[in-house]
């Protein structure tokens, strides 16, 4: 999802080259959001490992200005806090910003019998003068299928 990258700026798209993904952390004194440099290029295992160092790093004051620079996507992850979804705010040099909520159990008819079935809640901002609603309709069908694949 190439607009999904990028920002409109002075009247034009500007697609990025790199997929830099931010990932909030809340500190004592305020949020931080070091960056996954070059995330469509690792695994999500290696993704996974990377978030976690970062988070361990941000949360004792051990990050440097380089990793809280240069980010073309902003994610938010609320299940720490047990929150089921919010809202959120687009960086004003990146296209979108996703959050995701917490986990949870909701009842669903499948094969027509009643069971509980995880669900989890995606919110996405975009700047709609680059990432149009059918494109921000896809990229979160996207995000989906591949959560899917790989909770199998």
Same mark, same amino acid.
């Given at each position: 999802?190439?607009?999904a990258?990028g920002?409109?700026r &002075? ?12 990932? *909030? ?5 305020a949020?931080?959001a ?27 004051g051990? %990050?440097t200005?380089?990793? %809280? ?7 938010? &992850? ?9 809202? *959120?705010v687009?960086t ?5 910003? %996703? ?20 669900? =989890? *809640?995606?919110t =996405?901002?975009? &700047? ?25």
């Amino acid at each position: 999802m190439p607009r999904a990258n990028g920002a409109y700026r &002075d009247g034009r798209f500007e697609l990025y080259s790199r997929v830099n993904v931010a990932i *909030t952390v809340c500190t004592e004194d305020a949020y931080l959001a070091p960056i996954v440099f070059d995330a469509d290029r690792k695994s999500l295992a290696q993704c996974s490992a990377e978030v976690g160092d970062l988070r361990r790093r941000a949360l004792a004051g051990e %990050l440097t200005p380089p990793e %809280l620079s240069g980010a073309t996507f902003t994610l938010t &992850d609320l299940s720490a806090f047990g929150i089921a979804g919010a809202s *959120t705010v687009i960086t004003p040099s990146q296209a979108a910003a %996703l959050t995701a909520g917490s986990i949870r159990q909701l009842p669903v008819i499948r094969d027509g019998a009643l069971r509980s079935s995880p669900a =989890l *809640t995606l919110t =996405l901002a975009c &700047d709609h003068r680059i990432l149009y609603w059918s494109h921000a309709a896809a990229l979160l069908t996207r995000i989906g299928e591949l959560l899917s694949e790989a909770a199998l």
